[in-house]
């Protein structure tokens, strides 16, 4: 009788874990478009992608658009940013942010593209590597967007953004539309702020012959842990669910030394294939009126390897 009570007991504990895993499976290939996944901007990587409650530069057009609104009205910004990616692929962004005389708000335009070297074709009957059919093929992802926010009170600020997503594959190619949307708030204590932001939000993306849904919503928050003349500690954690996984946590920290030296250290919670992340940034002047910032990051993809982000940004 004991024995029976224990496996009924056990049976109690593993079959809502059970459950959870065949849901989670359920939903592994729905999602399209991964290349949107891709976190943008070395810093935020190096934070462990933990951003969307940061939001406060030029790649806020990726994580957050309502952060793009606190950028210095006078100034404009360009952040570009290269990522080498494992299996020998290449990621890339540009975004620029700016502003329009007598209009409130902040305007920004961003592309950024997934490739890859061209491939040899190969087939059943000629698949040396080398030579193949004779004919090569390659596969590339890209998204353009414009987006506009601004600033409704002196702690409240909302952003949208509108994508066109471009797929390729050889011969076969897709487009789509999508819609971010994104707010930001200050809360007013310790520089603590509330992001939350929806990613791709539009009609389902349809490749070759089967449909996948594309959005990603994110929440998160950020905050001084410390904060002196010379010196500030700023942390930040997010929560994200994306439509064909579990739900996944980030969290980082960036250290900032007299506003010119910055060391940062993440953590991806509950991701398949990211987890540790650190990086530097360093702060320089380039000219009378502009300022650059130059940051590095490294992400651990357990089995893939590492993924190395560099990033450049510009104000002026």
């Known amino acids: 009788?004991?024995?029976?009570?224990?496996?009924?007991?056990?049976?109690?504990?593993?079959?809502?874990?059970?459950?959870?895993?065949?849901?989670?499976?359920?939903?592994?290939?729905?999602?399209?478009?991964?290349?949107?996944?891709?976190?943008?901007?070395?810093?935020?990587?190096?934070?462990?992608?933990?951003?969307?409650?940061?939001?406060?530069?030029?790649?806020?057009?990726?994580?957050?658009?309502?952060?793009?609104?606190?950028?210095?009205?006078?100034?404009?910004?360009?952040?570009?940013?290269?990522?080498?990616?494992?299996?020998?692929?290449?990621?890339?962004?540009?975004?620029?942010?700016?502003?329009?005389?007598?209009?409130?708000?902040?305007?920004?335009?961003?592309?950024?593209?997934?490739?890859?070297?061209?491939?040899?074709?190969?087939?059943?009957?000629?698949?040396?590597?080398?030579?193949?059919?004779?004919?090569?093929?390659?596969?590339?992802?890209?998204?353009?967007?414009?987006?506009?926010a601004r600033s409704f009170t002196d702690k409240f600020s909302a952003g949208v953004t509108g994508n066109l997503v471009s797929e390729g594959l050889a011969e076969f190619t897709q487009q789509t539309f999508a819609f971010d949307v994104g707010t930001l708030y200050d809360v007013g204590t310790l520089g603590m702020k509330i992001g939350m932001a929806i990613s791709k939000i539009g009609s389902q993306i349809k490749f070759i012959d089967r449909s996948a849904r594309i959005p990603i919503f994110r929440v998160g928050t950020s905050m001084n842990l410390l904060q002196t003349a010379d010196q500030r500690l700023l942390g930040s954690f997010e929560f994200s669910h994306p439509p064909d996984n579990a739900e996944r946590m980030n969290v980082g920290a960036e250290y900032a030394f007299k506003k010119y030296v910055f060391l940062r250290g993440g953590y991806n919670i509950n991701y398949d294939a990211e987890g540790i992340a650190g990086g530097v940034g360093f702060h320089f002047p380039v000219a009378v009126a502009g300022q650059a910032n130059l940051d590095y990051a490294f992400t651990d993809m357990k089995d893939l390897g590492g993924a190395h982000r560099f990033s450049l940004r510009f104000e002026f």
Request: hydrophobic share 45%; glycine share 12%; no cysteine.
């Open 1 to 148: 009788m004991r024995k029976t009570i224990a496996a009924l007991g056990l049976a109690g504990i593993l079959v809502p874990g059970w459950a959870g895993a065949a849901n989670i499976f359920e939903k592994v290939g729905t999602f399209d478009g991964q290349f949107l996944k891709i976190a943008v901007g070395a810093r935020a990587a190096a934070m462990g992608g933990a951003f969307v409650g940061v939001a406060d530069d030029a790649t806020a057009l990726f994580w957050n658009p309502a952060g793009i609104a606190r950028i210095d009205p006078d100034k404009s910004e360009i952040s570009l940013n290269h990522s080498n990616w494992p299996a020998e692929l290449s990621f890339d962004q540009v975004g620029y942010v700016f502003h329009v005389r007598h209009i409130p708000g902040a305007f920004g335009v961003h592309a950024r593209a997934l490739s890859m070297q061209p491939m040899v074709e190969t087939t059943a009957y000629q698949p040396d590597p080398n030579i193949g059919t004779g004919r090569t093929f390659d596969a590339g992802m890209m998204t353009a967007g414009v987006s506009y």
